[in-house]
């Protein structure tokens, strides 16, 4: 079974700090993805990566980086947390390698609050 | 880019009642079509897709349907049991891509 994992499940931090959040996948997948989930918004696409230290803007960027030194790694950065990034943060995987796959396998989810 | 609209945002239905989800897509170059359930707690999880060379594709107790030419796809759910419970979104992606757009979610609640 696939398995993604993400660091915390809650996490609270202040204005200002910054923030990593990390996801990490089993199943040697190629490319990894990270959302934001808000109500009544769905899922909106952060950033992804196809391959290690290669990633690609999503529909929502602004205000975060993310870095894959690794292939198994995906890491997401708020350099300065702001109240407007209060959200449920997914991270997900896709496509083992050699096998091209549209299924994407998630984590269970970081709920970031900042105050 | 992609829109995918999807409705109802909030369904509720009675154990054994069969429940529809909706999804309509704007790009018609779109060719692989998921649908995913999260439930509480957890990460969406994948529980049907059909691809468009395909009308039909059933599991069980769901099914998805697809529309090419009105760009509308549908998850079909009968006999609902409690368990089916959840947040269910429809996607649509064009071949090649592995980029996703998904719709905005139904919470669906099966009253037992």
């Known amino acids: 079974d696939v398995k993604v994992t993400q660091s915390s499940r809650y996490l609270v931090k202040r204005t200002g700090e910054k923030v990593f959040l990390e996801c990490v996948q089993d199943?040697?997948?190629?490319?990894m993805f990270w959302y934001r989930q808000d109500p009544g918004l769905g899922l909106r696409l952060i950033y992804f990566?196809?391959?290690?230290?290669?990633?690609e803007k999503g529909d929502i960027p602004e205000g975060y980086s993310v870095s894959r030194e690794k292939k198994e790694r995906f890491s997401l950065i708020l350099e300065s947390a702001s109240t407007n990034q209060t959200s449920m943060y997914l991270c997900?995987?896709?496509?083992?390698?050699?096998?091209?796959?549209?299924?994407?396998?998630f984590g269970p989810g970081t709920r970031l609050t900042v105050t | 880019g992609e829109n995918v609209e999807q409705h109802p945002s909030t369904l509720s239905v009675q154990e054994g009642d069969s429940a529809v989800i909706k999804c309509t897509y704007s790009d018609s170059a779109s060719n692989y079509f998921p649908w995913y359930k999260q439930e509480l707690g957890k990460g969406p999880q994948l529980i049907i897709d059909i691809r468009s060379n395909v009308g039909e594709k059933k599991d069980q107790r769901i099914a998805v349907t697809l529309n090419k030419t009105a760009k509308h796809f549908s998850l079909h759910i009968t006999e609902t049991q409690p368990e089916d419970s959840a947040v269910y979104f429809c996607a649509a992606s064009k071949g090649g891509s592995y980029i996703p757009t998904f719709g905005r979610g139904t919470s669906l609640i099966v009253h037992p």
């Open positions: 997900a995987s896709s496509s083992p390698a050699g096998v091209p796959s549209y299924e994407q396998y």
């Open positions: 199943m040697d997948h190629e490319n």
């Open positions: 990566s196809y391959d290690v230290k290669m990633k």
